[in-house]
Nanobody, 122 residues
Framework: QVQLVESGGGLVQAGGSLRLSCTAS????????MGWYRHALGKQRELVAI???????NYADSVKGRFTISRDNAKKTVYLQMNSLKPEDTAVYYC????????????????WGQGTQVTVSS
C-alpha cells in the first residue's frame, strides 16, 4: 500500500557532503514521522535522525551538528543533508515512515525503503 524510495547515496571523500531523499507513495492521508536509519557492515542498525509532522527532530549523537533532517509534507518527502562526512558514516541508509494513515483499508501502518549505499573514503 505504501512504498518508500530513497536516492542520493554514493561515494564521497571524507569531509564531503551528500543529500539523501526519500519519497513516499500510495493512498496516504498523513504520515506522523519519517526518519533515517543506517546499517554498517558488522554493526547493528541505528537511528540516525527522525522528524515528526510538526517539525520536531532528533539526532544520534554521532551525527549531531553534521547532519540535518528536513521534510516536505506536500511532496511526502524527507531529506537528510550530510556534511563533514567521515569514514565511519559508511553504511546502507534506510528511510522509515511511521504512523502512516492510509485510505483503504483505514489503517495506520509503517513502511521501510530499500536502502541506499553511502561510502566515505579516507
Amino acid at each position: 500500500q505504501v512504498q518508500l524510495v530513497e536516492s542520493g547515496g554514493g561515494l564521497v571523500q571524507a569531509g564531503g557532503s551528500l543529500r539523501l531523499s526519500c519519497t513516499a507513495s500510495g493512498r496516504i492521508l498523513s504520515i506522523k514521522s519519517m526518519g533515517w536509519y543506517r546499517h554498517a557492515l558488522g554493526k547493528q542498525r541505528e537511528l540516525v535522525a527522525i522528524i515528526t509532522s510538526d517539525g520536531s527532530t532528533n539526532y544520534a549523537d554521532s551525527v549531531k551538528g553534521r547532519f540535518t533532517i528536513s521534510r516536505d509534507n506536500a511532496k511526502k518527502t524527507v531529506y537528510l543533508q550530510m556534511n563533514s562526512l567521515k569514514p565511519e558514516d559508511t553504511a546502507v541508509y534506510y528511510c522509515n515512515a511511521d504512523g502512516v494513515r492510509i485510505v483503504f483499508p483505514p489503517e495506520v501502518i509503517g513502511s521501510w525503503g530499500q536502502g541506499t549505499q553511502v561510502t566515505v573514503s579516507s
